[in-house]
């Protein structure tokens, strides 16, 4: 039984060739065991990192006939001196003097040393965080997570955290979730309380949602604090079962006073350069096992996003070089039209070759929020398109004129009484303010080259599906 | 109108002396203006600090004509130089250059000189962060939310992010918001779509809710990584108007594998301390505000709670404590009986003097994942509590036995086939495992002196309200 927090050594600190000598103490789970003659091998992972410490337990060992009915799975505590290894594929190793098994794990343990589909470690999402590509997934998610808060701390932006419920619909950016405390007419109920017709009132005694954005809200905090971001769940009621569609995933989304739309292409490049540089730098062999295990070229790919500098061409140009460019797209092309994932992907890989910001998109293509450009017919609208994936950042700068914002609100027949604290910060000290919003879940599949999102997520959504 | 993002100064930054003699350009809201004779004083506030800046426009300024009309609460950029102050109230003020009204504010602006109630505030979410009190707290908000991410990066702690919708209810921790994307029978519903007879199968199949806790998820997660925390949204359907009672609010939820009870709090009073700690060091001038205008005293019993070493008590102590105190309580007192606040209050505040932990519950009266002792009638729970609130902190070490944990759920009429998973996770490899949680809404109630919820939360949602 362990007396906790006292004295436990984390693997990942243990690994390097400085420890040897050390004595230590670690805890975990067996992830495979080898019993020869005289020793038995422990693969020990603790999760800390992708590396397990190979322990070393020697017949010899007080108690020893125990050792070698530990199973894989088995939780594990072991004390020992951290030695050179006689073996190959590690530096170190720790000869044992104490080895306890916590729980010897069922044989039927699912995680045996074969790999496994992910297919089939989605159906055990409680067991597959112990396998070494969903460590590795959960330990860069981790890393990339707490960077991007650094990143905006360190430049005074305010985090706030934005309502998950909401009652505004009309941003048009899908369908959305309804939260309710009424029974629904064909869901099952809940049995006690109400008067048996439906239970009176909702709670909130109007509709009420899952945001799709914490975007205006943070456009209320940048005109108090001027640089601020949101960070948080965001949800699609989409019922769209591909690879790159999750119903709750998190958003991140800063917002800028005093800033146009160069000052917003600007945060972004440095963003997301930062972002990959930081991830490399500290989760490196996480990383690697990511560049030979799941996309050969990954690290080459980030090397060259970081080295490169990123184009910016505006809708209309990106529209004339889709049209020369004598490609045979499923989707046609014209100015007007939304640009589709091939025309993205044409545009970034092809025909620039680097990760490039389409920016004065149509108006009638875009969200009302979106400043009008002065030609009257385009929006101060940016899609951040890379290399391998399309779209991956999309912002804008907002329309800060009252005048211009009730007009486009008007067209677009958005209720203006709805959106009445939205207008009256245009009329209370209005600024100039831009933001953009990136997918965190689709920008850790980009950083580690996974390809489905349910394999990001700890515990994935999507239509059908909210075990766990 | 703004090359934004070049060469800004943030206002916090230039309040010192040493910023004397510079050259600086700052952008913001104007809090007050005073025109006199030959110059007008404007106060600029850009939300990096609670004092603004003061900025002097000589009427020999080119353009000056202007400034006497900017309006509270208007936008500016001013460029000027940094110089001692004349006046008292600040030990630097800035000579100005160039004035520009970005946007002149509209004269019935809300937030005129005067105070206003909290009450009247909450009806103007949109603006209140504009105000002295409401920009401390959500600078502080800021600051502890980011306090909080270091101190568990920097032990090792990996961050998940906790599922908001969900399929377990079982959890007994309050009522539930529903997830659907069928109408309801009496909400107002969706127009198109569907047979008109409900729309057919729910998005997930079956029902779904929104979180009440991510501790379950977070124990799959400690299983694999030993040292893990979700801090997200939880949510609460109760009808409860109170000061202290949100719909929605975010959870600190540490979990940690090889780890008793004793170690639990260990962790609890470290973390505890050293949020405190980190906030009043980077939040001083905030703090004090709050300290002089919310709750006299406050800087002292934070003091308090930093020099206290926290005391341990059990629940059959506690209780002892309580029928020998001679004290009136409106609640009765009993082993068996849950603590009310007035209990919890008087043992630490009066009884012990100092922040306490009571431990041991009876288990009737805890969760079913709380760890049976050895006498078969208490928990391994903890609840913290502090004086000036009671409660602050709840946990438990988990029980890990697969035999007991089978034997309380069926008790507690917990269904096993939803928990099956659970269940698994100790059948492979089980191990010790305790974890609190902390409401992160109410600590900062309790690190601020504000005393509704609703003034700490961004957007606060609450039985009927769900504007903005």
Redesign the interface.
């Known amino acids: 039984?362990?007396?906790?927090?006292?004295g436990?050594d984390?693997i990942?600190g243990l690994l390097d060739p400085a420890s040897i000598g050390r004595r230590a103490r670690v805890?975990?789970?067996?992830r495979t065991r080898r019993t020869g003659k005289d020793f038995t091998f422990l693969e020990v992972n603790?999760?800390?990192s992708l590396a397990n410490l190979q322990v070393v337990a020697d017949a010899s060992l007080p108690g020893y006939s125990e050792i070698p009915h530990i199973t894989t799975?088995?939780?594990v505590?072991v004390s020992g001196t951290i030695v050179e290894s006689q073996g190959k594929g590690q530096a170190v190793e720790m000869q044992a003097e104490v080895v306890t098994a916590?729980?010897t794990?069922?044989p039927d343990?699912p995680l045996q040393k074969k790999r496994h589909g992910f297919e089939f470690l989605r159906e055990?999402?409680?067991?597959r965080?112990?396998s070494n590509t969903?460590?590795a997934v959960?330990?860069v998610r981790?890393a990339m997570?707490?960077i991007v808060?650094e990143y905006f701390?360190k430049r005074?932006f305010?985090?706030?955290?934005?309502?998950?419920?909401?009652?505004s619909d009309a941003e048009g950016a899908g369908?959305m979730?309804?939260?309710?405390?009424?029974?629904?007419?064909?869901?099952?109920g809940s049995p006690g309380g109400g008067d048996g017709?439906?239970g009176g009132e909702?709670?909130?005694?109007?509709?009420?949602s899952?945001t799709v954005s914490g975007q205006l809200?943070a456009e209320?905090?940048a005109?108090?604090?001027?640089d601020v971001y949101s960070f948080?769940?965001t949800?699609r009621?989409e019922?769209s079962n591909t690879s790159r569609h999750a119903?709750?995933f998190?958003m991140i989304e800063p917002e800028?006073?005093?800033?146009?739309l160069?000052?917003?292409r600007?945060?972004a490049e440095d963003f997301i350069k930062t972002i990959v540089a930081g991830t490399l730098e500290r989760c490196g062999a996480d990383m690697a096992f990511f560049d030979q295990r799941i996309e050969p070229g990954l690290l080459d790919k980030l090397d060259r996003l970081l080295a490169s500098d990123f184009e910016t061409v505006t809708y209309t140009e990106a529209v004339a070089m889709l049209e020369a460019s004598g490609e045979n797209f499923e989707y046609p092309v014209g100015w007007g039209l939304d640009l589709q994932s091939e025309h993205e992907r044409y545009l970034t890989e092809k025909k620039i070759g680097r990760p490039t910001f389409v920016i004065d998109y149509p108006k009638e293509i875009k969200a009302f929020y979106m400043r009008l450009n002065d030609d009257g017919r385009t929006v101060a609208a940016m899609d951040l398109l890379v290399p391998g994936v399309g779209e991956i950042i999309g912002g804008s700068q907002r329309e800060?004129r009252e005048d211009a914002l009730r007009a486009r609100m008007a067209e677009m027949q958005i209720p203006l009484d709805e959106y009445w604290?939205?207008l009256?910060?245009?009329?209370?000290?209005?600024?100039?303010h831009?933001g953009f919003g990136l997918g965190f879940d689709r920008a850790l599949m980009y950083f580690t080259g996974m390809s489905n999102i349910r394999d990001v997520?700890?515990?994935p959504?999507t239509?059908?599906?909210?075990?766990?």
Chains 1, 2 share one sequence.
């Open positions: 039984m362990a007396e906790a927090k006292s436990r984390i990942r805890e975990g789970w067996v603790d999760g800390s799975g088995s939780s505590i916590v729980q794990a069922a343990f055990i999402s409680h067991l965080v112990r969903f460590g959960f330990r981790n997570f707490f808060h701390q005074g305010i985090c706030l955290q934005a309502p998950v419920i909401t009652a369908e979730f309804r939260v309710t405390t009424l029974d629904s007419e064909r869901g099952s017709a439906g909702d709670f909130f005694g109007r509709k009420a899952l809200e209320i905090f005109h108090a604090f001027h948080g769940p949800f009621a019922n119903a709750e998190w800028m006073a005093f800033c146009d160069a000052g917003n600007r945060l800060e604290w939205y009256e910060l245009r009329k209370y000290g209005s600024v100039p831009s997520v700890p515990f959504r239509p059908g599906h909210v075990e766990f």
